[in-house]
């Protein structure tokens, strides 16, 4: 065997994991913190919410923040997929307007219940098409496109019904939308929300189609070249947000017992707002189901707490949902940036020499 061949060692140490990896893990550690963070926020609310008003911490209490955030939550499950995805849906407040129109129409045409409901999820889902062909045909922006669609769908329930409600929807449904699990102080709504969450859980975390999300909204050239269909996912991803969103205003037409197309005005900004605070980057390819639960969960908290008392205005509610949005978005920023503030110093400092590096070198004895 020549000298100079290299004779390859068995007990070679393995190679470092990859960078994406690292990063992945970096993430997912964020991630966790980040929750972490939310449940000793949910907890501070407990208390807060307690100290302003004794009626916070009852059953009572319980059923009806669940019942008023019911449609808000749903419509935040896929949202947070398309966010994952760096895209953004702002039109979904009205697509639940309009499947309430629709819904009061029909009924008012002699429609039974049973036929109404997969009318408005079949409206919903052409309205997310719609919005997704848009995006991924013609290469618009989604928030653009979804502001124009927000003003759009919303004009659309006008025509449907005009100004007028339209109540006397049967018992079977409204009890069913408004009653609790059996006698307890469980919504049946939230049943259908602790459905949902598991089903886009398993969805986002657990099938190749979630992967691909992740993938998108990280890099999407990359995720293209590797051979992901970005625009026919994205474009599901659009389709999934209008239907539930149309669910939503099924839900809420029942519950209330009233249809009309001025329903859900200004929750795509909750909605949007439990998305982000629930972990999901705003920029994409970072996020998860679990968060976002307990950001509902922390929302709905606040909300109830704020309607509770009796010295603070119900204006609060806006002003504490703005700045929650905000404070989601800015405090991983400013994380980040400390971070890569902190990366950049140690790089230039440079590693520490060694002893013996730093050690002078003494010179040569002379010798006789």
């Not at 922006?141 to 669609?149: D, E, F, K, Q, R």
């Amino acid at each position: 065997m020549p000298a100079d061949t290299a004779v390859p060692r068995t007990d070679a140490p393995l190679p470092p994991a990859p960078a994406g990896r690292a990063a992945e893990r970096s993430r997912a550690a964020g991630l966790a913190r980040w929750e972490s963070l939310i449940l000793a926020l949910i907890v501070v609310t407990a208390f807060g919410g307690q100290g302003l008003s004794d009626k916070f911490l009852t059953a009572d209490s319980f059923t009806t923040a669940s019942l008023d955030l019911t449609e808000v939550a749903l419509m935040a499950l896929p949202l947070a997929l398309v966010i994952i995805a760096a895209e953004i849906d702002l039109s979904i407040a009205s697509i639940l307007a309009l499947s309430s129109a629709v819904m009061a129409a029909l009924w008012d045409g002699g429609q039974p219940v049973e036929v109404i409901i997969p009318v408005c999820l079949a409206v919903g889902a052409l309205c997310g098409a719609f919005n997704g062909l848009l995006v991924t045909r013609l290469g618009l922006p989604s928030l653009a496109v979804t502001i124009g669609t927000l003003a759009l769908f919303r004009g659309l329930a006008y025509v449907v019904i005009g100004d007028k409600s339209v109540t006397s929807f049967p018992a079977t449904w409204t009890d069913r939308a408004f009653g609790t699990v059996a006698g307890t102080a469980i919504p049946n709504t939230m049943v259908l929300f602790a459905v949902l969450a598991a089903a886009f859980g398993v969805l986002l975390h657990a099938t190749g189609f979630g992967r691909s999300v992740y993938a998108i909204g990280a890099n999407e050239e990359a995720a293209r070249f590797s051979g992901i269909r970005v625009k026919r996912i994205k474009l599901w991803l659009f389709v999934l947000s209008g239907t539930v969103a149309a669910l939503a205003g099924v839900v809420i037409s029942l519950r209330n017992s009233t249809a009309a197309a001025n329903v859900g005005t200004g929750f795509e900004l909750v909605a949007v707002t439990a998305v982000v605070l629930g972990g999901v980057s705003i920029f994409g390819g970072r996020g998860t189901i679990a968060g976002v639960v307990l950001a509902l969960v922390l929302v709905g908290g606040i909300q109830k707490a704020l309607s509770l008392s009796e010295s603070i205005s119900t204006y609060w509610i806006q002003i504490v949902m703005g700045t929650l949005l905000i404070g989601s978005v800015l405090g991983p920023n400013l994380v980040q940036r400390a971070r890569a503030a902190r990366a950049h110093a140690s790089r230039r400092r440079g590693p520490w020499p060694s002893r013996r590096a730093a050690s002078p070198t003494r010179p040569p004895e002379e010798t006789a």
